[in-house]
């Protein structure tokens, strides 16, 4: 069974380990469809967040939920991409974390997300933690215990 010496893994606070806001490619509730696929192709990921011109966490927008939006009957209507808009289609239900959250929160969420936005207490935009950097955090302290 795994067992830290300290409890002081669990209570890092997320901070130290975010991706900040303006590394982060995002789109905005306004954008179309055909714009957020450009970034979310362009960048490389799946997903992206969703910010207002004032840097508030608006939801979340993916690749397949854009596939499924402009899904027809019998065939992928790409005209639509130009009309609709990422607000139509964004999810808003997501978790995310704030400032002072700390890495045992983190760690549960991010069992069911490749990554989680973190705000501040308004709302406001400050990055996003990744699967991949907790696990390497995980990994680092439980390769210290052998
Ligand atoms: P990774 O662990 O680096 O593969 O990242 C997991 C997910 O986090 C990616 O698939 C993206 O959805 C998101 N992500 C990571 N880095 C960025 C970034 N710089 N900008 C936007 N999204 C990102």
Redesign the pocket.
Known sequence: MISFESKDVLNTKIMDYI?PGE???HVQPGNNLEHALLVLTK?G????PVLDEKFKLEGLISSPMITEAILGLERIEFEKLEDMRVEEVMSKDQPHLTVNDHFRKALGLLINH??LCVTDEEGAFQG?L???VILKHLNYHVDQLS
């Open positions: 991706i590394k982060v490619a960048s990921y799946t997903a992206i490749p990554f996003i990744t699967r991949r």
